[in-house]
Nanobody, 116 residues
């Protein structure tokens, strides 16, 4: 299984970006897909996760601004990020957790930079 994240870039505060994660290979259901981020000098943190059944959990700092979606047919997961703030600057990673065999998979990360 491989995850490929894309869509990062430079945006001004208040702007929007959309990240995408493409999955190749097979992940069993049930599973969890998620976006994490790691800012310079900080620990990696959960941004949002979505279960295979569609239930979502957002981090407090992004609730109401970010929206996760997944297309199981296309094997993609998107993160729409609106009202971006400088503190959203980080490397964003997509991840998948196969709940059947407990394997975890990570994408390579995509950099999001929000200028003030």
């Amino acid at each position: 299984v491989q995850l490929q994240a894309s869509g990062g870039g430079l945006v001004q505060a208040g702007g929007s970006l959309k990240l995408s994660c493409a999955v190749s290979g097979n992940i069993n259901s049930p599973n969890v897909m998620a976006w994490y981020r790691q800012a310079p000098g900080k620990q990696r943190e959960l941004v949002v996760r979505i279960l295979s059944g569609g239930r979502t959990t957002y981090g407090d700092s992004v609730e109401g601004r970010f929206t996760i979606s997944r297309d199981t047919t296309k094997r993609t997961m998107d993160l729409q990020m609106n009202s971006l703030k400088p503190e959203d600057t980080a490397v964003y990673y997509c991840a998948a957790h196969d709940l059947k065999n407990q394997n975890q998979y990570w994408g390579q990360g995509t950099l999001v930079t929000v200028s003030s």
